[in-house]
C-alpha cells in the first residue's frame, strides 16, 4: 500500500494561484502512475489531472487545461498539482491518488488504488 498524504490546499480569490503537493510512502512510489481528483459539495468525484509513472506524460481534464500543471519529484516520493487562475468552479476537496505500476497518465478512477484524505481548495469570486 502507499500512503499518501496532500497539503497546500486553503482558500484564494478567484485569480489567484495554489500549488498541492501530495507525500508518499510505504511501496516503491516512483513505479505508479499518479493522478489528481476533485470532489465538490453534492458532485462526484472527478478526473483534474494526471501523470505517468516516469513524468513523461500528462493528461488533464478540458476544464483545468492550460491553468493546471502536475508533476513528481520520484527522488523525493512526491507528486505536485501547480493550479494557476483559479476559478470559484475549482472549489473542492481534492485527492492525489496511485494507479497502476509503470502506468500512464489516465486510466479509469476504479484503477487508482490508493487515495490520500483530500486537502479543501475554496475560491472565492
Known amino acids: 500500500q502507499v500512503r499518501l498524504v496532500e497539503s497546500g490546499g486553503g482558500l484564494v480569490q478567484a485569480g489567484g494561484s495554489l500549488r498541492l503537493s501530495c507525500a508518499a510512502s510505504g511501496r516503491t512510489f516512483n513505479i505508479y502512475a499518479m493522478g489528481w481528483f476533485r470532489q465538490a459539495p453534492g458532485k462526484e468525484r472527478e478526473f483534474v489531472a494526471g501523470?505517468?509513472?516516469?513524468?513523461?506524460?500528462?493528461t488533464y481534464a478540458d476544464s483545468v487545461k492550460g491553468r493546471f500543471t502536475a508533476s513528481r519529484d520520484n527522488a523525493e516520493n512526491t507528486v505536485s498539482l501547480q493550479m494557476n487562475s483559479l476559478k470559484p468552479e475549482d472549489t473542492a476537496v481534492y485527492y492525489c491518488?496511485?494507479?497502476?505500476?509503470?502506468?500512464?497518465?489516465?486510466?479509469?478512477?476504479?484503477?487508482?488504488?490508493?487515495w490520500g484524505q483530500g486537502t479543501q481548495v475554496t475560491v472565492s469570486s
Open positions: 491518488a496511485a494507479g497502476p505500476r509503470y502506468g500512464g497518465s489516465i486510466y479509469p478512477t476504479g484503477s487508482y488504488s490508493d
Open positions: 501523470i505517468s509513472w516516469t513524468g513523461g506524460s500528462t
